[in-house]
T-cell receptor, first 111, second 108 residues
Framework: EAGVTQSPTHLIKTRGQQATLRCSPI?????VYWYQQALGLGLQFLLW???????NRGNFPPRFSGRQFPNYSSELNVNALELEDSALYLC??????????FGSGTRLTVV | LAKTTQPISMDSYEGQEVNITCSHN???????ITWYQQFPSQGPRFIIQ?????VTNEVASLFIPADRKSSTLSLPRVSLSDTAVYYC?????????WGAGTKLIIKP
């Protein structure tokens, strides 16, 4: 069974630009969760998508947005990038019998 | 949302048993305790989950005392590849509080 896949692995953007990150959940999972992990810190919940709808969002500004497609894959868009947006962005699907399954993440660097 | 407290870092040696304790004084009646492992630049990986007493799977054991205000993750006979950050989470669902975790370093 394929796990959660994320692309790209690394992304370098200039301050003020937009970044688009992609995630495909485990087959059969309809929910996708996005998290931000700054260097050396724990995960912070960003967004939850289920059945194509945004169900909940964490304490992040509106320039963090996304969508979920009919095949349950998801995009996270970050507009007007700031230096402090540099982080590992993780996508998860689930829950399953073994909690939430995370992808390997996209390392976003804003310069 | 319950907050957890774990040691920032721990060292051990190959072949030893490692115990990482987490305190969660404000755990709610319905909360589960879940541990994840994370390697650098990878997503966290589920290790084990429990509600009370003891849970064991093929990689770890989780000990939870009767008052549930703490829990201990036990890793038997660790190897170098167990070097990682270990997170203790309390609650249900996806919107949990992730602390900085415990950085476990295994030495040869």
């Amino acid at each position: 069974e394929a796990g959660v896949t994320q692309s790209p692995t690394h992304l370098i953007k200039t301050r003020g630009q937009q970044a688009t990150l992609r995630c495909s959940p485990i087959s059969g999972h309809t929910s996708v969760y996005w998290y931000q992990q700054a260097l050396g810190l724990g995960l912070q919940f960003l967004l939850w998508y289920d059945e194509g709808e945004e169900r909940n969002r964490g304490n992040f500004p509106p320039r963090f947005s996304g969508r979920q497609f009919p095949n349950y894959s998801s995009e996270l868009n970050v507009n007007a990038l700031e230096l402090e947006d540099s982080a590992l962005y993780l996508c998860a699907s689930g829950p399953g019998g073994y909690g939430y399954t995370f992808g390997s993440g996209t390392r976003l660097t804003v310069v | 949302l319950a907050k957890t407290t774990q040691p920032i870092s721990m060292d051990s040696y190959e072949g030893q048993e490692v115990n990482i304790t987490c305190s969660h004084n404000n755990i709610a009646t319905n909360d589960y305790i879940t541990w994840y492992q994370q390697f650098p630049s990878q997503g966290p990986r589920f290790i084990i989950q429990g509600y009370k007493t003891k849970v064991t799977n093929e990689v770890a054991s989780l000990f939870i005392p009767a008052d549930r205000k703490s829990s201990t993750l036990s890793l038997p006979r660790v190897s170098l590849s167990d070097t990682a950050v270990y997170y203790c989470l309390v609650g249900q669902g996806y919107q949990l509080i992730w602390g900085a975790g415990t950085k476990l370093i295994i030495k040869p």
